[in-house]
């Protein structure tokens, strides 16, 4: 099946710093990509939907000015956490678009843990 | 955006089959019905999908009714490692607009 990749799995940081997270769809070209942000015994949240070659679209209530996406080709999007803080610590979660013939299908990666301090 | 309603937690001994169901009353005309599965620190992984009556895969089952607007999960036989939270998902193209709700959380007792 489709595999998503995601680098890093896992990253600490200070508070006020930038952290990008890379997504990866390493089998399969994805014109779309979806960015989630889960926190604890929570559900998963859509923050934003990433198309190639375009800007993002963020959820109501997610800072597009903050949470910085960059789809520059079929099979990579970065999420960038600008200046973050440690209210901003959560497992980041994203996912690529494939075709499956019949109906789309969403394949996720494996996610990031992000700790800030 | 169909909403999901879900069962917050289910507990099931190894061995036994699990039924979920989701209730999804405003389900659309173009709406699919997609089940995850997700461990502790990974990414939600797809089970099954399915539009109307059942599908079935080498790992579960899903009925869905005439009228789509609920979908049950069905596990046969768990074991210790199907404990996970289940989501249930609506949307259109099974792709689109994949909002998650609550989930199952599932425990597998030995």
């Known amino acids: 099946g489709a595999v998503v990749s995601q680098h890093p799995s896992w990253v600490i940081c200070k508070s006020g710093t930038s952290v990008k997270i890379e997504c990866r769809s390493l089998?399969?070209?994805?014109?779309?990509m979806f960015w989630y942000r889960q926190f604890p015994k929570q559900s998963l949240m859509l923050m934003a939907t990433?198309?190639?070659?375009?800007?993002?679209?963020?959820e109501q209530g997610v800072e597009k000015d903050k949470f910085l996406i960059n789809h520059a080709s079929l099979t990579l999007s970065t999420l960038t956490v600008t200046s973050a803080h440690p209210e901003d610590s959560s497992f980041y979660i994203c996912?690529?678009?494939?075709?499956?013939?019949?109906?789309?299908?969403?394949?996720f990666g494996p996610g990031t843990r992000l700790t800030v301090l | 955006l169909a909403k999901t309603t879900q069962p917050i937690s289910m507990d099931s001994y190894e061995g036994q089959e699990v039924n979920i169901t989701c209730s999804h009353n405003?389900?659309?005309?173009?709406?699919?019905i997609t089940w995850y599965q997700q461990f502790p620190s990974q990414g939600p992984r797809f089970i099954i999908q399915?539009?109307?009556t059942k599908v079935t895969n080498e790992v579960a089952s899903l009925f869905i009714p005439a009228d789509r607007k609920s979908s049950t999960l069905s596990l046969p036989r768990v074991s210790l490692s199907d404990t996970a939270v289940y989501y249930c998902?609506?949307?259109?193209?099974?792709?689109?607009?994949?909002?998650f709700g609550t989930g199952t959380r599932l425990t597998v007792i030995p």
């Open positions: 996912s690529a678009r494939d075709w499956r013939g019949v109906f789309d299908e969403q394949f």
């Open positions: 990433s198309n190639e070659g375009s800007k993002a679209t963020y």
């Open positions: 405003n389900i659309a005309t173009n709406d699919y």
């Open positions: 399915g539009y109307k």
């Open positions: 089998d399969f070209q994805a014109t779309t």
């Open positions: 998902l609506v949307g259109e193209g099974g792709a689109n607009n994949l909002f």
